[in-house]
């Protein structure tokens, strides 16, 4: 192991040098978080035989015993934050967000996750046929569902319909226009991982129908991070063309088509 003093993290040619030069396959960055994440993320690429960087804190310093660590008795009980408290009172921001502030943090994420469905908009989208706009889901193999997204807060469903399709089919806004609302919604509980990745039970949507006042030309689905293609379906064939996860609710939309 070799001990590189990084006293300047963003002006640090010597060091950078220093550790190309030693070649090492693991290297462990000690500059505290998230100095150490950004650092890693910044100068990583410099390091093509770096098969492992990890932040470690100040975890050398109690190997080293540079850092006298909490007698037996308080890490037993799991209050070693306490003892460092103690000693270095400068540190109570961080040991509060690191205890406190993390454990409320983490109540709320399991209490959304049992009881909170997070709110969703999905657009039905018309062309001048009178055909209904299908995208390809990037996520999932010959996935084809009407365009949707989460309503982020401070945002009026109607609001949120507009920006999500124009972000997933990459149009300019103007050519969007809400026919009305639906009144149905639909709700639904997301698998485990789901809830996990989203911090929510399940997902409840409002549909809209919406006009399409432009051209196959004045969609760019390059821009979009969710979609990879798009086609337009008669209304009496969506169902066939929609992933069978979605056509249960698309049943009771497009009966409104009409």
């Given at each position: 192991m070799?001990?590189?003093d990084?006293k300047?993290?963003?002006?640090c040619?010597?060091v950078l040098?220093?550790?190309?030069?030693f070649a090492p396959e693991?290297?462990f960055?000690?500059l505290g978080?998230p100095?150490?994440e950004f650092w890693?993320?910044?100068?990583l690429?410099f390091f093509p035989i770096?098969?492992i960087?990890?932040?470690?804190?100040?975890?050398?310093d109690f190997?080293?015993e540079?850092i006298?660590?909490?007698?037996?008795?308080?890490?037993?009980l799991?209050?070693?934050?306490?003892y460092?408290?103690?000693k270095?009172p400068?540190?109570?921001?961080r040991i509060?967000n690191a205890t406190?502030?993390?454990?409320?943090?983490c109540?709320r994420w399991?209490e959304?996750?049992k009881?909170d469905f997070?709110?969703?908009?999905?657009g039905?989208?018309?062309n001048?046929d009178?055909?209904?706009?299908?995208?390809?889901?990037?996520?999932?193999k010959?996935?084809?569902?009407?365009?949707?997204?989460?309503?982020?807060a401070?945002e009026?469903?109607?609001?949120a319909?507009?920006r999500?399709?124009?972000?997933?089919i990459?149009?300019?806004t103007k050519?969007?226009?809400?026919i009305?609302r639906?009144?149905?919604?639909?709700?639904?509980?997301w698998?485990?991982?789901g809830?996990?990745?989203?911090?929510?039970?399940?997902?409840?949507?409002?549909?809209?129908?919406l006009?399409?006042?432009?051209n196959?030309s004045?969609i760019?689905?390059?821009?979009?991070s969710e979609?990879e293609?798009?086609?337009?379906?008669?209304k009496?064939?969506v169902?066939?063309?929609?992933h069978r996860?979605?056509r249960?609710f698309?049943q009771?939309?497009?009966?409104h088509?009409?």
């Amino acid at each position: 192991m070799n001990d590189i003093d990084i006293k300047a993290p963003n002006d640090c040619d010597d060091v950078l040098n220093e550790i190309i030069a030693f070649a090492p396959e693991i290297l462990f960055v000690s500059l505290g978080a998230p100095a150490q994440e950004f650092w890693i993320n910044k100068y990583l690429k410099f390091f093509p035989i770096v098969r492992i960087a990890m932040g470690v804190g100040g975890s050398f310093d109690f190997l080293t015993e540079k850092i006298k660590r909490a007698p037996k008795i308080m890490r037993d009980l799991g209050v070693e934050w306490l003892y460092r408290l103690y000693k270095e009172p400068k540190r109570l921001k961080r040991i509060k967000n690191a205890t406190a502030d993390f454990l409320l943090a983490c109540h709320r994420w399991s209490e959304r996750i049992k009881n909170d469905f997070r709110m969703n908009a999905l657009g039905v989208i018309i062309n001048k046929d009178g055909k209904l706009l299908l995208i390809k889901n990037k996520r999932f193999k010959d996935h084809w569902q009407f365009p949707q997204g989460g309503i982020e807060a401070g945002e009026t469903a109607e609001q949120a319909v507009i920006r999500e399709i124009s972000e997933e089919i990459g149009c300019d806004t103007k050519l969007l226009r809400i026919i009305r609302r639906m009144d149905e919604t639909n709700k639904y509980v997301w698998p485990s991982y789901g809830q996990l990745l989203k911090g929510y039970k399940g997902q409840q949507q409002t549909a809209f129908v919406l006009e399409f006042n432009g051209n196959d030309s004045d969609i760019d689905m390059r821009k979009s991070s969710e979609a990879e293609d798009f086609k337009w379906v008669a209304k009496d064939d969506v169902l066939n063309e929609l992933h069978r996860d979605r056509r249960q609710f698309a049943q009771d939309i497009i009966r409104h088509l009409d």
